[in-house]
């Protein structure tokens, strides 16, 4: 995914209320972006590291500057916009990059699916096998370089593994893809420390035939592509 236009640099001054920002720019200009984050965004959102922005065209929309990435005074890059995770799974997808999702012959978005009336992020078909359902994480939250999901407890996300299982259950392909969108991260857990209830429901649907995918993003303020497998443990 090419940003068009560059994104641009500012420091950081403060996140509040969740979706609002507060920056300064090189030039000494203070703005206040969108934030598309609705998690803790723990070590993601610390006043000082440098944020880089997008800014729309709209005239509708009040805050014309989206936060898209942090970049901490570590070097680490995190792309803290939770929406680029789905776009990066589609083109990964598309361009063949993730090996166990090739071989299908059609990819449907955000499909009606289940008792708990879900949408699926992803439906991949194909004449010669079964459907498989593709739910999508957004990992952030690293301590080290483990990353972790969820970074606060999410009764969303628990739902999600219970509509996957009934999904393996009934004899479709269920798979929970989490996209590691944190330079640092090398491995991958269930965050039990965070969500003990999510841990407990990833073990069960893995055992369940849920199957568990993790992939990490090259990240700069020029681009991201998802395309390196990340090892990771399931207790």
């Not at 370089?145 to 999600?160: C, E, I, N, W, Y």
Request: proline share 5%; hydrophobic share 40%.
């Amino acid at each position: 995914m090419q940003f068009s236009p560059p994104l641009k640099p500012a420091t950081l001054i403060q996140r509040y209320k969740r979706f609002l920002a507060d920056v300064i720019t090189p030039e000494g200009e203070t703005l206040t972006l969108h934030c598309p984050n609705t998690g803790a965004m723990t070590g993601c959102a610390t006043p000082g590291d440098t944020v880089w922005y997008s800014t729309s065209e709209n005239p509708k929309r009040k805050y014309a500057h989206t936060w898209e990435l942090t970049q901490t005074r570590q070097g680490a890059f995190i792309c803290v916009n939770t929406l680029r995770a789905n776009t990066l799974t589609k083109e990964a997808i598309l361009a063949g990059s993730l090996p166990e999702l090739t071989g299908y012959s059609a990819l449907k978005s955000e499909v009606k699916y289940g008792a708990e009336r879900s949408r699926i992020d992803f439906l991949l078909q194909a004449d010669d096998r079964r459907n498989c359902y593709i739910e999508v994480k957004s990992v952030t939250l690293a301590e080290q370089q483990s990353g972790f999901f969820p970074d606060a407890v999410t009764l969303r996300g628990q739902k999600h593994l219970r509509e996957l299982m009934s999904v393996a259950a009934n004899g479709d392909r269920a798979v929970i893809l989490f996209a590691v969108l944190h330079s640092a991260v090398e491995h991958f857990s269930p965050a039990r420390h965070i969500d003990e209830e999510y841990a407990r429901l990833l073990n069960d649907a893995q055992r369940q035939g849920v199957e568990i995918l993790a992939y990490k993003a090259e990240l700069s303020a020029d681009n991201i592509t998802l395309s390196l497998p990340v090892p990771f443990t399931v207790y």
